[in-house]
């Protein structure tokens, strides 16, 4: 059996691994993903959770629930010390293990340039320790410095420096700068104590994007009460603060976004490197030196054809590389030809906060400057797409609670509208009522079910225009209910115009497509019904009457709420509701939200459902569930 060792649970690796399990499903081989860490940090999202914005577990993707539908792909956690190329082994502290193919992608770490005392100093920001740990510091000097005296302590405390006015860096203060208001009102500090910097040494920030772009992005950060210094180098950091030439900005806080290099396992392997301990690949994205070695994500140097600059460090080069590298490895087993890696670049997105943003996106040609809602919202359809691959609709799905739904004060870019909540236990008193109603319903039909089972009340009577054929409107019936044939047709036609006239109003289009389809479907040519009408009434009749007992329940509450809301308009697509059935439809969208959660059977049968669904394996391998 082939072994296949894919090293580094980032973005590059995951993918590659993926893409190899389906690829690869019906060879003969074992894909192993190794990682330092059990799962996947989303490293885009890292200032999210340092500045309090989301839960710690919103930037965590568990890697054996990613594979958990894989059959030939192996999680294993392990720290790689050394490679050995010759013997085609990793050894870890675990231990070792053989490859056939092997994919590098250890990543970077951040790069301090050789400046005094930054990497000793300084909080860097490129893991999820890391997030939690400046977190935790930010949270410790707002509680240091409410109990401080000394007002020159009490500024040093409350001075928070981010070197590094690139992406991660104005990322990083602009959500800081959202997270100290919050810090302010709850320690009862005023936002006027508290000072925030961004610096570099290049003479603006975000220096890749358009001007314009940078204009607004300085704009909003000085309205965030952010102060801007550009141009400045930065000679040392110390326990009290950063050095920018002769000035000091004194600190107990200070950050570093400055940049990176390739990770330290990446940069001792015995291979050709070039910038910071990035590796030289071909355009396969192979090691020259080593063809059945590749390289993802960060770790790559590659100058495409064309192109005057290496591919860049970013998620989308990680997400481009990754299904190149799946397919190349994968030609060696389907007797194809391998692919270049051509990659094209979608633009580049950067939060100033939870509510800003500033994006340059598009296709190389034609690129759109994005800013405010636009541009976060374009923010958030692309972490979704890549969470879509990683892990479907679960993780899309949790990432909408986490950045949406369940948001503190006010911190997405939808506002606080979305996410407001109330107990359910206010939603009881009304979904018992709507199920005692629905009740009611279904049993006062049932006794004309059973009394005459195939007498059709809950479907109007069909018209017979001139020519003989049934195919008249709803309110054709009742204009021609005289001509049907028989006392009961007349009766139902004149029931037919009394209901009209007090019925809710339906759309002119509607009532055609309503009208085509109840002549296909529930008459006959002679103008009496179908089977299938009579099974239609039963199952209407049966529907009311287990809807009313699931929302009294509270047992399945959100599918009887759609039930209810689907019975709802079928009924008034029909043209025979009362204005009583908009109270019905707008009550079930109220109750769709959890209300059998609180005194409901939803309290004890749902979450033994979830954990029984997620042992389905189609379930588990399309990630068709919530945790």
């Avoid at 010759?86 to 970077?108: N, P």
């Avoid at 976004?257 to 301990?277: F, P, W």
């Avoid at 994205?285 to 970013?314: C, R, T, W």
């Avoid at 809710?504 to 085509?516: Q, T």
Wanted: some cysteine; aromatic content about 10%.
């Amino acid at each position: 059996m082939k072994q296949i060792v894919v090293l580094g649970g980032g973005y590059g690796g995951v993918l590659t691994a993926k893409k190899l399990g389906k690829l690869l499903k019906k060879q003969d081989v074992r894909i192993t993903l190794i990682d330092r860490n059990p799962y996947h940090t989303l490293l885009t999202e890292l200032h999210e959770v340092a500045a309090g914005r989301t839960d710690e577990d919103a930037i965590k993707v568990d890697l054996k629930k990613v594979f958990a539908g894989f059959k030939n792909v192996d999680v294993v956690q392990d720290e790689i010390g050394h490679i050995d190329f010759d013997s085609r082994k990793l050894h870890g502290e675990a231990k070792a293990y053989s490859y056939d193919y092997l994919v590098v992608g250890t990543g970077s770490k951040p790069t301090y340039f050789g400046i005094s005392g930054a990497e000793e100093h300084a909080f860097s920001l490129w893991s999820f320790d890391d997030a939690v740990r400046l977190k935790e510091q930010i949270l410790h000097m707002f509680r240091e410095a409410v109990k401080e005296r000394n007002a020159a302590k009490r500024k040093d405390m409350l001075t928070f420096v981010v070197v590094g006015a690139g992406f991660t860096g104005v990322e990083m203060i602009g959500e800081l700068a959202e997270y100290v208001q919050d810090l302010c009102r709850e320690h009862h500090i005023e936002r006027s104590e508290v000072n925030l910097y961004v610096v570099d040494m290049v003479d603006k920030i975000l220096p890749i994007l358009p001007e314009s772009l940078i204009k607004k992005a300085e704009k909003h950060l000085r309205k965030l009460g952010v102060n801007i210094i550009t141009g400045s180098k930065i000679t040392g950091v110390t326990e009290n603060g950063v050095q920018l030439g002769n000035q000091e900005i004194t600190s107990k806080t200070v950050i570093w976004t400055a940049g990176v290099e390739g990770s330290d396992l990446a940069g001792s392997l015995d291979v050709e490197q070039k910038g910071r301990k990035r590796i030289l690949t071909n355009d396969k994205l192979q090691v020259p030196e080593h063809p059945e070695v590749y390289v993802v994500g960060d770790n790559i140097f590659y100058i495409p054809e064309g192109s005057k600059a290496p591919v860049p460090q970013m998620v989308e080069n990680a997400e481009n590389a990754a299904p190149v590298i799946a397919y190349n490895i994968a030609s060696e087993f389907l007797g194809k030809e391998k692919k270049s890696y051509k990659p094209v670049f979608h633009g580049m997105m950067v939060s100033i906060g939870s509510r800003y943003g500033v994006a340059n996106v598009g296709l190389p040609n034609m690129m759109f400057k994005l800013t405010g809602f636009m541009a976060m919202l374009s923010k958030h359809a692309i972490n979704m797409l890549y969470l879509a691959q990683v892990l479907g609709f679960n993780k899309v799905y949790t990432y909408l609670l986490h950045e949406i739904f369940h948001v503190n004060n006010r911190r997405s870019f939808l506002g606080g509208h979305f996410s407001k909540r109330s107990p359910n236990f206010w939603l009881v008193p009304l979904r018992i009522f709507v199920g005692v109603k629905w009740f009611q319903e279904g049993w006062e039909k049932l006794d004309k079910v059973i009394e005459d089972p195939n007498k059709i009340f809950l479907i109007p009577a069909a018209a017979l225009p001139k020519d003989g054929t049934v195919g008249a409107s709803l309110a054709d019936a009742t204009k021609a209910g005289a001509d049907i044939v028989g006392a009961d047709a007349v009766a139902a036609a004149s029931q037919a115009t009394s209901d009209a006239l007090s019925a809710l109003p339906v759309w002119g289009w509607i009532h055609k497509i309503v009208d085509w389809s109840m002549n296909l479907f529930f008459y006959t040519n002679d103008g009496g019904y179908t089977v299938l009408a009579k099974w239609f009434q039963f199952g209407m009749v049966g529907a009311e009457l287990i809807c009313g007992v699931l929302l009294i329940l509270g047992l399945f509450t959100a599918p009887a709420a759609i039930v209810t809301i689907a019975m709802g308009v079928m009924i008034w697509v029909s043209g025979m509701a009362p204005p009583e059935m908009l109270w019905y439809i707008f009550s079930a969208i109220a109750l769709i939200g959890g209300s059998g959660s609180t005194l409901g059977l939803d309290y004890y049968v749902y979450p033994r459902l979830k954990r029984a669904i997620r042992r389905i394996p189609f379930v588990k391998r399309y990630y068709l569930y919530a945790d």
